[in-house]
């Protein structure tokens, strides 16, 4: 928590530099000057030749990613999440300086993109960064990449809220406080500092609001059914133009450039679809944007936006889900009930983004904190659940998963207790288990483990009193068969066995047992009660019995929708991720 102080601190410091290199980064592509002063790109002097522009900036990022980092092709979030889940959090010092200035040299060259993904990837790359200077842990790393991504993120936005919701619906894995409290630290001091530096006002301030009744939430609802089905399209234009691309006869690097043509040629047809487009989402809430202005802008935006993505160039997707859902609600606006202007901008921008990137608190949250309206709050959160049930039963993976997906990574995010966390060994263990006594001479128990009646691979040892004393295996048998019972058949069991037994108590969690089986590599473990004596015996195949239980419930809810849970060879049929 101490270190996250200083990731907060270093992540609002990088995102006001990314922020100020992409207004450099326009001025020098779009008017030839070297200026942080904030101009439209539609005032350029370049006319036509503006096209060139795009073509020019993703060549620079094809070659940076070529003898840089392929690492920095992407949106950020999904190439953060690779890393947090099989890079064991380290991120390289090359790609914290590389992501958010080939992410400046796209926007600022046009590219539709936001700012938000690569400041989550740099933001984790501080962390991860400071973690390894300090030769920290791989898990205490991964908190504090989450932490550097989540402030960069309240950092950009001014949503700290929404960023420690970002960390837990889409980053951290896990729910526990060694993860969330550095976050929350790095979060509230990247906001605490973002007031010296940039506007603490919310980013797109807005007061509409709607009230409750039965024909609202069912519009609210029908808008998150709309922004999911947007959702699925969208992503499938996403990954449509990527299998494209992957088609070509020429290296990825060049990939790029012919995305970045179709971005100079849309921003011919509508220069407002080019750049981050903070203003168009000002003027979607504003509900200045008319019907045709809509459309022209989602059209154009969400063509350029797929295509530039596919080609692997470097940006961000929250900002362009923004408009996207922002101009489907202010073509909608018409048809549903009466509302402030821009109220249904606002619910599409919020049911975009939580359907398109599965995370529907931090969708509701962003909009709440974004624009300072808390009277949107129940609008917010049905349109935002709507979209994401949506998305769930439209789509297998999200925007974010599959591009790990076709990597050859499986990413589940259900969040569910284990049921060994749910589990006594009473529940699970086999009572009355076979034992040896200890009075047995060496030689009969060679004979029992040769008896065709015998099935386990080993027995606990117990005396007189049924105190296990013991276990024997089929390893200390062959050990002593191949010795040739020299010396030992006549001896009794107890004197060739070891006492140090991995014991189980009948009132422990299964989680515990299964651990200290895992650890000292041992298949079947005596249950002992207090004094020692043998009540029972768990083996591996008793662990499974409490994964059963989970499957018999999922196999009753399957029944219950008139779906077979089982699929050919008798396992649960993977359901969509959620």
């Given amino acids: 928590m101490a270190i996250a102080i200083l990731v907060g601190i270093a992540s609002v410091g990088t995102a006001w530099a990314l922020l100020r290199l992409i207004t450099l980064c ?15 790109i539609s005032d350029s002097p370049w006319g036509v030749w503006v096209v060139i522009v795009p073509v020019v900036g993703c060549l620079i990022i094809g070659l940076m990613a070529r003898f840089g980092s392929e690492k920095i092709r ?39 993109f936001g700012a938000e993904g690569p400041i989550i990837m740099t933001g984790g790359a501080v962390g991860s960064l400071i973690a390894q200077m300090v030769h920290l842990s791989s898990g205490e790393r991964k908190a504090l990449l989450v932490a550097g991504a989540a402030s960069g993120m309240t950092a950009i936005f001014g949503t700290p809220l929404a960023a420690v919701l970002l960390a837990i619906e889409l980053l951290l894995f896990e729910w526990k406080p060694r993860s969330f409290l550095p976050v929350v630290v790095a979060v509230a001091v990247a906001a605490a500092c973002r007031t010296l530096l940039l506007d603490p006002a919310p980013l797109f301030a807005y007061a509409g609001q709607m009230g409750a009744s039965p024909i609202n939430f069912l519009s609210w609802a029908a808008i998150g ?49 080019l750049g981050v487009g903070y203003e ?98 129940l609008p917010l959160l049905v349109a935002c659940a709507i979209a994401y049930a949506t998305t769930v039963l439209l789509l297998k993976r999200s925007i974010l998963t599959e591009k790990i997906a076709r990597r050859g990574l499986h990413i589940t995010r259900e969040y569910q207790v284990d049921p060994f966390e749910q589990t006594w060994v009473r529940d699970i263990m ?122 018999a419930e999922e196999r009753d809810h399957a029944r219950l929708l008139g779906r077979n849970a089982l699929d050919s060879r008798g396992t649960l049929a993977a359901q969509p991720e959620a």
């Avoid at 326009?26 to 439209?40: D, H, K, M, W």
């Avoid at 200035?101 to 046009?110: R, T």
């Avoid at 691309?245 to 509508?270: N, S, T």
């Avoid at 048809?335 to 975009?352: E, T």
């Fill in 430 to 551: 086999v009572q009355k288990p076979d034992a040896l006594d200890a009075s047995w001479t060496v030689g009969q128990t060679v004979d029992h483990f040769m008896n065709l009646e015998h099935r386990h691979k080993s027995y606990p040892v117990i005396d007189s009193d049924q105190v296990v004393v013991g276990m024997v295996s089929r390893g200390d048998v062959l050990g002593w068969m191949t010795n040739g019972n020299a010396g030992v058949e006549g001896g009794l069991l107890s004197e060739f066995v070891s006492s140090d037994v991995v014991s189980a108590s009948p009132d422990e969690l299964v989680s515990h047992l299964a651990d200290r089986m895992s650890a000292y590599g041992v298949g079947r473990v005596p249950v002992i009660d207090a004094d020692g004596r043998l009540i029972g015996l768990v083996a591996r195949k008793d662990l499974l019995a409490a994964r059963a239980r989970r499957m």
């Fill in 280 to 377: 168009n989402i000002r003027h979607l809430l504003a509900g200045d944007l008319g019907f045709t202005g809509a459309l022209l802008l989602l059209v154009v935006k969400a063509i350029i936006w797929a295509v530039a993505l596919g080609s692997g160039t470097s940006g961000g997707v929250l900002a362009p889900l923004l408009i996207f859902g922002g101009a489907i609600g202010a073509l909608l606006a018409p048809i549903f009930p009466s509302a402030d202007p821009g109220f249904w901008s606002l619910l599409g921008m919020a049911a975009m983004m939580g359907g398109t990137m599965r995370s529907p608190l931090t969708a509701t949250l962003f909009a709440l904190e974004l624009t300072g309206d808390q009277h949107a709050l």
């Fill in 225 to 273: 059914v709309i922004a999911g089905l947007g959702s699925g399209v969208l992503t499938a234009m996403v990954y449509g133009s990527e299998d494209l691309f992957q088609k070509l006869p020429i290296h990825w690097m060049w990939w790029p450039m012919i995305g970045g043509l179709v971005v100079g040629l849309g921003g011919l047809i509508e220069p407002a679809a």
């Fill in 26 to 40: 326009t001025n020098i592509a779009y008017f030839g000057r070297v200026s942080l002063e904030e101009l439209p």
């Fill in 74 to 112: 992407g949106h950020g979030i999904p190439e953060a999440i690779e890393a947090i889940l099989i890079g064991r959090s380290r991120i390289s010092a090359k790609v914290a300086v590389l992501k958010p200035l080939s992410s400046a040299i796209s926007i600022g060259s046009g590219g539709p």
